[in-house]
């Protein structure tokens, strides 16, 4: 079982929707969560952190913890073309003052016009 | 640009040379990390500094690789005897002291070896 795990997609939306994306992890020590996005040929770019149980809001991202289940998510409202990218999903698991963190295979987001 | 900068941004080289990719980090950063990306998969963590300290190394991280960050400034990364499965895109990221775990990533060096 890998650490992080992200369904690969790609996510079709239409422009103006509401995207959703999901992320698992096993470790249940984990205790920081990250959104990167990441545009094909680029680096990841850091869009969202969150640290405890609920919602935290960005703008037109909220992501979503729930650490009883072990699951995150990112939602994007009003999904626009220029969201089409790479998100992928980060933990870090806390353990021995690690500041490693460990990475999914992200899921490709497609906006349609 | 106060960004995290790396040189080069891409490099070829022949199967047995050694190559050095090196990373500046954002200016206030103390943390610096590097970490390895090949196609369609996440990132990987390969090692980590504060300061000028190499405080954790990956298992991934060969003999064949090695990395420094003299006077805590700069870094780089040099892999040795270069294989086939070394290519991959060479991520630098820095991070604040007290907000460690948020990594801000350099544009990467793409590394092909032929």
């Known amino acids: 079982q890998k650490e992080v795990e992200q369904n690969s997609g790609p996510l079709s939306v239409p422009e103006g929707a509401i995207a959703s994306l999901n992320c698992t992890y096993s470790d249940r020590g984990s205790q920081s969560f990250f959104w990167y996005r990441q545009y094909s040929g680029k680096s990841p770019e850091l869009i969202m952190s969150?640290?405890?149980?609920g919602d935290k809001e960005d703008g037109r991202f909220t992501a979503q913890l729930n650490k009883a289940s072990q699951y995150v998510s990112l939602l994007i409202r009003d999904s626009q073309p220029s969201d089409s990218a790479t998100y992928l999903c980060a933990v870090n698991n806390g353990m021995d003052s690690s500041y490693k963190l460990i990475f999914g295979s992200g899921t490709r987001l497609l906006v349609r016009p | 640009d106060t960004g995290v900068s790396q040189d080069p941004r891409h490099k070829i080289t022949k199967r047995g040379q050694n190559v050095t990719f090196r990373c500046d980090p954002i200016s206030e950063h103390n943390r610096l990390y590097w970490y390895r990306q090949t196609l369609g998969q996440g990132p990987e963590f390969l090692t980590y500094f504060q300061n000028e300290a190499q405080l954790e190394k990956s298992r991934l991280l060969s003999d064949r690789f090695s990395a420094e960050r003299p006077k805590g400034s700069f870094s780089t990364l040099e892999i040795q005897r270069t294989e086939q499965g070394d290519s991959a895109m060479y991520l630098c990221?820095?991070?604040?002291?007290?907000?460690?775990?948020?990594?801000?990533f350099g544009p990467g060096t793409r590394l092909t070896v032929t």
């Open positions: 969150i640290y405890s149980n």
């Open positions: 990221a820095s991070s604040l002291r007290d907000r460690a775990y948020e990594q801000y």
